[in-house]
């Protein structure tokens, strides 16, 4: 049973899955703002540690970022940068170097210069004394920038450390925080953060986006929870139908042992109009039979082969046959098995048809059926075909030729019994019908 795995995405793919709009540097008086809003809504905890003591940013100074910014978003990244380094002449305060790096990373980014943008983050988390508003926004880019160049390791220390100054994280990352784990193999670790995200937009009243949840899948599957993994699938096809959801469920039924909610899984994304391909449809149809439900296999496969989107070739058309015969739609069977034995030309297909005919005992039928099985090499149900054979010969009055088959059939262990009882019963008749004729 395998799943594609969803976290093992490429950088872009992965980037717009998260569905994370990355971060970029913060406008000065926004970060401003921020920190003043942020203090007002401090925690328990955040009012335990030590409150910072905040550094001002004299008008020049923002005035001289903000023309930067402007610079940049003009796509005048040269000017941009030129504003900065005249910048780094003059005094600054810690407060007011690290919103110069800040910027540095802005227009670093917008440039696509990922590798300078996280090395002007880096610099600014390296100031002390910096509004925790500004440190936990660099922090979480940084992650974020580090992800996007799939350094999964540079990118956990900068988003622990984030989860250390937030309250309230969000949904959106702790999912960023899974995923990282998840990229990292340490699938363990990648469970909390994926069911606290669910929790949390559940607890919203909101449903937990698809690729969550397929994340969430990823996670059970490395973990071999299938008991969880079910119950995510389940979400899955319930919210967001699709016939791979429904078809992993039923994969994952067959492996815990339960193929009544197997076959109910399949069932159900047939009924949704779900299953369109070839395997999924022999699938449901193999279900149907192994619970002994073969009317309805046959009529799935049948209607498979007439909307072309089961394949009529030798290995369907005898599970077809298989599925009429069990059903006892002994005309049909012989119709479709007929066709499976030319197409195959196997003993097998050949020995299916000898068993329907026995059973409607047209036994010269049989006889020729049973024949042409034994002819192929590779059938491995000898002892059975020559059983079959014995009583089809028997039928036809044909004691010394059932005799032989009897004989031929002792030499295989498995129906050495069998063969024993039907030679006694054949003597037994011999003489039953010598005693009559000498009686007349």
């Known amino acids: 049973m395998k799943?594609?795995?969803?976290?093992?995405?490429?950088?872009?793919?992965?980037?717009?899955?998260?569905?994370?709009?990355?971060?970029?540097?913060?406008?000065?008086?926004?970060?401003?703002?921020?920190?003043?809003?942020?203090?007002?809504?401090?925690?328990?905890?955040?009012?335990?540690?030590?409150?910072?003591?905040?550094?001002?940013?004299?008008?020049?100074?923002?005035?001289?970022?903000?023309?930067?910014?402007?610079?940049?978003?003009?796509?005048?990244?040269?000017?941009?940068?030129?504003?900065?380094?005249?910048?780094?002449?003059?005094?600054?305060?810690?407060?007011?170097?690290?919103?110069?790096?800040?910027?540095?990373?802005?227009?670093?980014?917008?440039?696509?210069?990922?590798?300078?943008?996280?090395?002007?983050?880096?610099?600014?988390?390296?100031?002390?004394?910096?509004?925790?508003?500004?440190?936990?926004?660099?922090?979480?880019?940084?992650?974020?920038?580090?992800?996007?160049?799939?350094?999964?390791?540079?990118?956990?220390?900068?988003?622990?450390?984030?989860?250390?100054?937030?309250?309230?994280?969000?949904?959106?990352?702790?999912?960023?925080?899974?995923?990282?784990?998840?990229?990292?193999?340490?699938?363990?670790?990648?469970?909390?953060?994926?069911?606290?995200?669910?929790?949390?937009?559940?607890?919203?009243?909101?449903?937990?986006?698809?690729?969550?949840?397929?994340?969430?899948?990823?996670?059970?599957y490395q973990n071999k929870d299938f008991n969880n993994l079910a119950r995510c699938l389940q979400d899955l096809a319930t919210l967001y139908p699709k016939s791979q959801y429904w078809v992993q469920l039923a994969a994952v039924y067959s492996e815990l042992g339960q193929p009544l909610k197997e076959l109910s899984a399949l069932e159900a994304a047939h009924e949704q109009g779900l299953l369109n391909k070839e395997n999924e449809l022999v699938n449901l149809a193999q279900a149907l039979l192994a619970q002994e439900v073969p009317y309805k296999a046959a009529n799935i496969l049948a209607e498979g082969m007439k909307s072309e989107q089961i394949e009529v070739n030798a290995r369907n058309l005898s599970l077809l046959g298989d599925a009429w015969m069990i059903a006892k739609e002994y005309d049909n069977a012989i119709k479709v098995m007929s066709k499976a034995a030319k197409m195959s030309g196997k003993g097998k297909d050949f020995y299916k048809l000898a068993q329907i005919h026995t059973e409607r005992q047209e036994w010269t039928l049989a006889l020729n059926n049973v024949d042409a099985a034994l002819k192929d090499s590779d059938f491995n149900k000898q002892a059975d075909a020559q059983i079959l054979r014995g009583l089809v010969l028997f039928n036809l009055d044909n004691l010394a030729d059932a005799q032989g088959a009897f004989e031929a059939a002792a030499e295989f262990k498995s129906s050495e019994k069998m063969a024993a009882q039907w030679l006694a019963y054949i003597e037994g008749e011999r003489k039953r019908r010598e005693y009559m004729a000498g009686t007349l």
């Open 3 to 220: 799943f594609p795995v969803a976290g093992k995405t490429p950088l872009a793919a992965l980037t717009t899955a998260l569905v994370l709009t990355f971060a970029t540097a913060m406008p000065v008086s926004q970060v401003q703002a921020a920190e003043a809003e942020q203090a007002e809504k401090r925690s328990e905890k955040t009012k335990k540690r030590r409150v910072r003591r905040a550094q001002t940013l004299r008008p020049q100074i923002f005035k001289t970022l903000d023309a930067a910014r402007a610079l940049a978003d003009e796509k005048k990244y040269t000017e941009a940068l030129e504003e900065l380094q005249a910048l780094e002449k003059r005094k600054r305060n810690s407060y007011e170097k690290a919103m110069t790096h800040n910027m540095y990373a802005y227009v670093y980014f917008n440039q696509e210069n990922y590798d300078a943008a996280i090395s002007a983050y880096e610099k600014v988390v390296g100031f002390k004394k910096i509004p925790e508003s500004l440190e936990q926004g660099t922090l979480y880019s940084l992650a974020k920038l580090q992800l996007m160049q799939e350094r999964y390791a540079e990118a956990l220390t900068p988003l622990n450390q984030w989860f250390e100054l937030v309250e309230k994280p969000s949904a959106e990352a702790h999912i960023l925080r899974a995923q990282i784990y998840f990229q990292l193999e340490q699938f363990q670790q990648a469970l909390p953060d994926v069911k606290a995200a669910i929790a949390q937009v559940k607890a919203q009243g909101n449903n937990p986006r698809e690729n969550w949840l397929m994340l969430e899948r990823a996670v059970y």
